[in-house]
């Protein structure tokens, strides 16, 4: 039974985005260079792009106050953040990068803090993210807070250090997005905001959002973001050079702090410490739950995620849901009408833009590449072509194309076409053979026996690679990989071709993932766990529900088929009372009185079963600790918890 209640304490998933990697990069293969093929092709990318942009490089390195050296570190001496880490990034590109996307990497590195305009500041390269402040009558107005308590309490004494002690009297999330929420208590703490009643302001739906996105199917997006954020890549020109948006991800302590004033409506207006924000809801886009404020005594626009200097994600690769093309670009318009006169906008990541006509031009264009991309997928959707042969045939204007700061460094044209066809008519492309394929394994097996063995397709794969058809390549190789995991030759080739398509990209996830793919292919899977205990002081705040629906996911059906138990689940601070019963397969839970056909009744403390799932308290615990209790059949508890699985999120990728 021990056993079983130890599955169950660490069935539970994580936020995708702080996935704990090792501690050290891996160091990359020595001997991936850049091909002939990889250099012919971004001397091509330099020729026909003009990638000197004087306005962005002046515009980033604008307004510079000071600029941070050294590393930060948590309560255990480990290094969250290195603002040297990147300092390789300087001159022109290696012959392993796009020179666009080095371009981007650059411009991301300005790293400091920065006057953006009269009262408005940024601290930019101190995490993923950027944190603003804004100055009030008698204090700091604090715009998001970066994603771990470490890099926001750093950036706010390096803050102070150079622009005075002075209070924080307002908090501002824009949106539900972990890297803009999860420092707030490295900036106040929850007693500090009750006792000088800070408003702490963020839009409807923030709590839940931001509580819940990554809860169900969090050790999915938690292993998948290792490959998108590339965090087992070394800090080098063939490895991570940047994440499009920014820097890195800070892997550190998470928390979150309850909003005291949630925006409600469309357009409302607010004072925060005698400044007037115009906040401007816009649901649905980059963030379930996200608004943007313009500020009309400074003239100056903060965009939060609606705009920035990338073409942003419609999928986003580490998985989530996909965001709606239109609306996005239906509130950027309506951004234009009531903030098109501003002389300044700044963004949470990125650098600002400065000049009404220039902030202008720029809402327009970002406007009209999510419009382009939405409206021309559905064209060719409606003459009956597949997202697969839309997302080739879908190229930008020169119009477009040429404005830089709409470039796929984050997001691309290929993946979110693919997201526009995906929201509109899902996965199915029409085609029969597509309705029920053969799982991938078996298909590779017998690609392999059509292609006349192994070797012969190994062969075929390896004549690609020479001809530079790395996607073609790739393609072979997948299922040269799948049906044989332990061929070295079909793995190194793959790798290879990863590597080269990787050193390609333009974009920063893309090129993650294929050289992450790379590494793992060379080095083995990842077989680390996930850091759960560094989440306790965000997940106090979701709701129970959340993690009885993530219960319900981690079933094992073979196991309870069957079975028909049902347990009360009771808490005894907060007054909750559940009743979890599995039964054809399925678990439901229902709130409510303990009833008494239970055959156990568990009553714990939410403290300790939030530590239940975050693995700090095992089988042990839960028999002997003074807030617990158990009546009934302790076997039928165990039995219980022992259907649920145990996610580790280290499940293989480029390998099955």
Known sequence: MKTNLVLA?????????????????????????????????????????????????????????????????????EVIWDYDEFNFIEGNAPSTVNPSLWRQASLNNQIGLYKVADRIYQLRGFDLSNMTLIEGDTGWIVV?????????????????????????????????????????????????????????????????????????????????????YGKRLPRSPEGLIDNGLGKAVAYGKVGILQPTLVVKEAKET?????????FHNVPGSEAPSEFVFYLPTLKAFGSAELFGHTLHNLYTPRGAKVRDALKWASYMDEAIAYAGDAEVMFHQHNWPVWGADNVRSFMEKQRDVYRFIHDQTVRHMNAGYTSMEIAEKVQMPPALNNFLSGRGYYGTVSHNVKAV??????????????????????AAKRYVDVAGGMDALLNKAEDAVNKGEYRWAAELLKHAVYADPENARAKALLATSFDQMGYMAESAPWRNFYLTGALELRQGGYAEGFQRTAFLDMLKHTPTERFLEAMAAALNSDKAEGEDIQINLVFSDTRESY????????????????????????????????????????ATD???????????????????????????????????
């Open 9 to 77: 304490a660490l069935f539970m998933g994580t936020s995708a985005l702080m996935a704990a990697c090792s501690k050290t990069p891996t160091p990359v293969d020595p001997n991936s260079a850049a091909s002939p093929f990889t250099q012919a092709f971004h001397a091509e990318v330099a020729k026909n792009t003009d990638l000197a942009d004087p306005a962005n490089n002046a515009d980033a390195r604008k307004g510079l106050i000071a600029k941070p050296t050294g590393k930060v570190l948590n309560d255990a001496g």
């Open 144 to 228: 998001d807070v970066l994603t771990s308590e470490e890099t926001a309490r750093a950036a706010m004494a390096f803050a102070r250090k150079h622009l005075g002690n002075k209070p924080v009297t307002a908090i501002v999330f824009t949106h539900s997005h972990v890297d803009h929420f999860g420092g707030a208590l490295g900036v106040l703490s929850a007693e500090e905001v009750a006792a000088r009643n800070i408003p702490v302001v963020a839009p409807i739906g923030f709590m839940e959002e931001a509580t819940s996105e990554n809860l169900l199917v969090g050790m999915a997006m938690a292993r998948r973001s290792t490959y998108m």
């Open 270 to 278: 607010h004072v925060l410490d005698g400044l007037e924000f115009m």
């Open 421 to 442: 066809y995906q929201f509109y008519m899902g996965w199915f492309d029409a085609n029969p053979a597509n309705l029920n394929p053969l799982p991938p394994v078996e």
């Open 579 to 618: 009743v979890l019963r599995i039964n054809n397969s399925v678990l439901h839970h229902r709130a409510g009185k303990p009833e008494d056909n239970s055959v156990a009744t568990l009553t714990l403390s939410k403290p300790f079963f939030l530590n239940m799932m975050t693995g700090e308290a095992g």
């Open 622 to 656: 839960l028999l002997f600790s003074d807030q617990t209790k158990i009546d009934g059949s302790t076997i039928k508890l165990g039995q219980f918890f022992g259907m649920l699985e145990k996610a580790t999120g280290n499940f293989n990728i480029v390998t099955p």
